[in-house]
């Protein structure tokens, strides 16, 4: 059995927005994401912004996957029910594995605070040693879910490592 919580959380977070790629608004996700991760002690690797673009976010997902550069691709945006929220379609498209557990904490958690959380449409799965996670767009939803899961991150990661 491996010993706990060993692996160093290596992250890339993307946020997904067209007005932010475009600096038409502050990119406020991203940061609130980053400063969240900080707190697990991960090491951040890379921050993005990206437009709602599906092959745009999917070839970014598989090439940082696939380059072993993090094992936690977290993205904040473009989960929502909006014609230009392509974010789980993307990671669907990339993930070998789908983690519906994660996804499903992250829901059950925030329904405790708003009822509107039944209509985040995140997924998260693995691509090879990667763990990717979709986050809501705002800095609340964000922050709320990714707190959902932060206990479950640092074994999850080592899982992945093994």
């Known amino acids: ?19 932010a790629s475009r600096s038409e608004r502050e990119d ?3 940061p609130a994401v980053v400063a969240e991760l900080q707190l697990l002690k991960a090491e951040i690797v890379a921050t993005e912004i990206l437009p709602d673009e599906r092959d745009l976010i999917a070839a ?3 090439k940082i996957a696939d380059a072993g550069e993090a094992n936690l ?3 904040t945006g473009g989960t929502g029910f909006s014609l230009r929220d392509v974010t789980p379609e993307a990671t669907r498209e990339i993930i070998e594995r ?3 557990g994660l996804a499903e904490l992250m829901r059950s ?4 605070i708003t009822p509107l959380a039944a209509l985040s449409r995140a997924v ?11 986050l809501p767009g705002s800095v609340r939803g964000a922050r709320e879910n990714l707190a959902a899961i932060a206990r479950t991150l640092p074994h999850a990661i080592d899982l992945l490592m093994e």
Request: with cysteine; charged share 25%; proline share 2%.
């Open 1 to 19: 059995m491996a010993t706990m919580n060993k692996a160093t959380i290596k992250a890339v977070v993307l946020t997904i927005s067209d007005s």
């Open 28 to 30: 406020l996700s991203g």
């Open 60 to 62: 970014r997902l598989r």
């Open 73 to 75: 691709i977290v993205t």
């Open 98 to 100: 789908e983690a519906p």
């Open 109 to 112: 958690e925030s329904l405790k």
């Open 124 to 134: 998260c799965g693995i691509r090879r040693r990667t763990l990717i996670v979709n």
